[in-house]
């Protein structure tokens, strides 16, 4: 009996983990707003990546779908994530505004996981937190006087950057406390997408949350686009990943 909870919950911590890496807020270092490539071509075509979320063997548990589009000075991010498990579902979404400077205007996020629903948003004009359900969050105010991104702008901004051949800093989640994200370069490795073997560079990226770390594995194609080909969270028991398709 207590094998499925056990997977169940490390399904569920998979995709919080992911949620984490593309889907809650991610901060730069104060005052760094730095300049965006405008020529990166995600950031003035658009794009729509779809994810396929596996178990461990490689059978599917779901999809995840990441949607950029340009309106004006705007820039919206789109992510949607669904995976199904035995008598339990779960359906996260998530969405963001920014400036061509990769800088979030806004962003909010839906989560439901079974029976539980949650809801939360961020308006950055105020830089307050407002919580729609106090039992899954509570209220924070944010001083940060420089340029908050949320991971989906933080995304694209990291990808412009690797295009562009430029370091990337380590910064922090904030989720009415902040906490400190190590980004870290892991090699470079062949994977197959698309029936091609694509050249990509390997990065870590490691979070401490209740006390315990989690590291996230995720692969970057080393063309023009820098795509997030693979992201991997490894778990004592379980590895689970998203592949692009």
């Known amino acids: 009996m207590k094998w499925p909870f056990v997977i169940r919950c490390s399904a569920y911590r998979f995709l919080s983990s992911l949620g984490w890496l593309l889907a809650i807020v991610l901060i730069s270092v104060p005052g760094d707003a730095q300049t965006t490539d405008q020529t990166f071509r995600p950031l003035t075509q658009g794009e729509k990546l779809t994810f396929l979320l596996s178990w461990p063997g490689g059978n599917a548990l779901g999809e995840a779908s990441l949607d950029a589009s340009t309106a004006g000075d705007e820039i919206h991010f789109q992510v949607r994530a669904e995976a199904?498990?035995?008598?339990?579902?779960?359906?996260?979404?998530?969405?963001?505004?920014a400036n061509r400077e990769l800088c979030s205007v806004s962003f909010h996020q839906q989560l439901r996981e079974g029976k539980n629903v949650g809801e939360n948003s961020i308006d950055y004009a105020n830089l307050a937190s407002e919580p729609?359900?106090?039992?899954?969050?509570?209220?924070?105010?944010?001083?940060?006087?420089?340029?908050?991104?949320?991971?989906?702008?933080?995304?694209?901004?990291?990808?412009?950057?690797?295009?562009?051949?430029?370091?990337?800093?380590?910064?922090?989640?904030?989720?009415?406390?902040?906490?400190?994200?190590?980004?870290?370069?892991?090699?470079?490795?062949?994977?197959?997408?698309?029936?091609?073997?694509?050249?990509?560079?390997?990065?870590?990226?490691?979070?401490?949350?209740?006390?315990?770390?989690?590291?996230?594995?995720?692969?970057?194609?080393?063309?023009?686009?820098?795509?997030?080909?693979?992201?991997?969270?490894?778990?004592?028991?379980?590895?689970?990943?998203?592949?692009?398709?």
């Open 132 to 245: 729609k359900n106090a039992a899954r969050s509570t209220s924070a105010t944010k001083t940060n006087t420089g340029c908050a991104r949320d991971p989906m702008s933080f995304l694209y901004y990291f990808r412009s950057k690797l295009a562009a051949g430029q370091a990337i800093e380590s910064g922090f989640i904030d989720l009415n406390n902040q906490v400190a994200v190590s980004i870290r370069a892991a090699g470079n490795e062949n994977l197959s997408y698309r029936g091609q073997q694509r050249p990509t560079q390997k990065f870590l990226v490691t979070y401490s949350s209740s006390g315990e770390d989690t590291r996230i594995e995720v692969w970057f194609s080393e063309d023009a686009e820098r795509l997030p080909l693979r992201v991997r969270v490894p778990f004592p028991l379980a590895v689970f990943t998203a592949e692009l398709q």
């Open 84 to 97: 199904s498990l035995p008598s339990y579902a779960l359906r996260d979404s998530f969405s963001s505004v």
